[in-house]
């Protein structure tokens, strides 16, 4: 009997050590692969020229200050030209007079990453011919916007 009370004693240790081990564990929450749901990163918008404004003042950012389609024989016409979009590129603008005469040409090179403002102007030391002038804004050689003007 004595070794009956061993056997049993021994089993009910056993079941306990096996018990308590259970208790003790505890699962390692399961760690989520985040790189598969980390969306790339955006890729920006391609350079374009979505607008273009006309006006006899330009602000420090080169927008123009008060947006303006008549102008006075000596006034200097700026002009302002939105690009959105990254990219680099040539923006042109050509001026010209109404019978088609070409006023002034001027070009720069551009390498924004976002939106931006990029100035043109015509000045002339005596007075402007009166009458209607057109802004033709080029991008890589192609025409993406034209502005209409008048000088009285």
């Known amino acids: ?7 049993t ?7 306990a050590l096996v018990a308590l081990g259970a208790c003790g564990r505890k699962d390692e929450p399961a760690v989520a692969d985040t790189t598969a749901m980390t969306p790339p990163p955006a890729t920006p918008a391609a350079l374009r020229v979505s607008g273009v404004e006309t006006g006899t003042g330009i602000n420090a950012d080169k927008t123009i200050k008060e947006d303006e389609h ?21 923006l042109a603008a ?8 070409v006023v002034e040409q001027a070009s720069q090179s551009i ?13 002339k030391a005596t007075p402007w011919p009166k009458g209607d002038y057109r802004v033709v804004i080029t991008l890589n ?8 003007f008048s000088v009285k």
């Open 70 to 90: 008549d102008f006075g024989v000596r006034d200097t016409v700026y002009v302002s030209v939105k690009t959105e979009g990254a990219g680099t590129g040539t």
């Open 141 to 148: 050689g192609d025409s993406v916007g034209t502005k209409d």
């Open 111 to 123: 390498a924004p990453t976002g939106d931006a403002h990029h100035e043109f102007h015509i000045q």
């Open 9 to 15: 004693a021994l089993a009910l240790s056993l079941a």
């Open 94 to 101: 050509k001026f010209t007079f109404q019978d088609g005469q």
């Open 1 to 7: 009997m004595y070794h009956q009370k061993k056997i």
